[in-house]
């Protein structure tokens, strides 16, 4: 499965190099560890623009198999829980 996960363009250059780290998800109560993503690009972009990012983040894709639904969102949204080294920039707003 191809996920889309939008983050802040300061964490660019520690991705490229090191992959997507696993942490706690930004309002999650569950405590729960993972890298999280969406099932579309759209999502992701739309994303980023709700954090209010506006024009100063990235959007990385990655291909999981074991990636679970994220309950904190009704639909197109997963969460792995590990680190995910294979990575691709498909997206940077600046």
């Known amino acids: 499965m191809k996920l889309y996960h939008a983050t802040k363009k300061e964490n660019e ?3 490229l190099n090191n992959g997507l780290v696993a942490t706690e998800g930004m309002q999650n109560d569950l405590d729960e ?9 759209s999502d ?18 990655f291909d999981v198999n074991d990636a679970e639904k994220d ?4 639909d197109g949204a997963y969460v792995v829980h590990h680190n995910v080294s294979d990575v691709e920039l498909v997206e940077n707003n600046w």
């Open 71 to 74: 309950p904190e969102y009704d």
């Open 44 to 61: 992701a972009l739309n994303f980023g623009i709700d954090q209010g990012w506006e024009n100063e983040f990235d959007v990385f894709s």
């Open 13 to 15: 250059d520690n991705i």
């Open 33 to 41: 560890i993972g890298v999280y993503g969406f099932d579309n690009l």
